[in-house]
C-alpha cells in the first residue's frame, strides 16, 4: 500500500523557519518526482515545489528565495525548507507523488494527509 506522510507543520511567527518531511513507502522511490503542494481556505491548491527524479527543482513565484526543496531516496524523503515565513504562507502543506512528469495537481498519482502551517504575525 503507497503511503505519503508528512510532518513538521507548526505554528510559528512572521520571519521563523520550519522543515517540513514526507515519507513515503509502497513505492520505488527514486522512480518519482515529488512535489510540496499548498491549500489555504477559498483558494485552489497550488505547487509549493517541485524535485525530479534527477534532483532538478521548480518552485512557485510566491516562495521563491525563501522555500528549498530536496530529497534523499535513501530514506524515501522529500524535504521543504522554510524560511522567511509570512501569514501568507499559513496553509496546509501536501506532499505528493508522481512517476508522469507533470506538476498539475489534477494528475500527480498519490497524495499525503497535509500538515497544517500556520504563521502569525
Known amino acids: 500500500q503507497v503511503q505519503l506522510v508528512e510532518s513538521g507543520g507548526d505554528l510559528v511567527q512572521a520571519g521563523g523557519s520550519l522543515r517540513l518531511s514526507c515519507v513515503a513507502s509502497?513505492?520505488?522511490?527514486?522512480?518519482?518526482?515529488m512535489g510540496w503542494y499548498r491549500q489555504a481556505p477559498g483558494k485552489q491548491r497550488e505547487l509549493v515545489a517541485g524535485i525530479s527524479r534527477a534532483g532538478n527543482t521548480i518552485y512557485g513565484d510566491s516562495v521563491k528565495d525563501r522555500f528549498t526543496i530536496s530529497r534523499d531516496n535513501a530514506k524515501n524523503t522529500v524535504y521543504l525548507q522554510m524560511n522567511s515565513l509570512k501569514p501568507d504562507d499559513t496553509a496546509i502543506y501536501y506532499c505528493s507523488a508522481a512517476a508522469a512528469g507533470t506538476w498539475d495537481p489534477k494528475y500527480r498519482d498519490y497524495w499525503g494527509q497535509g500538515t497544517q502551517v500556520t504563521v502569525s504575525s
Open positions: 509502497g513505492i520505488i522511490f527514486s522512480r518519482y518526482t
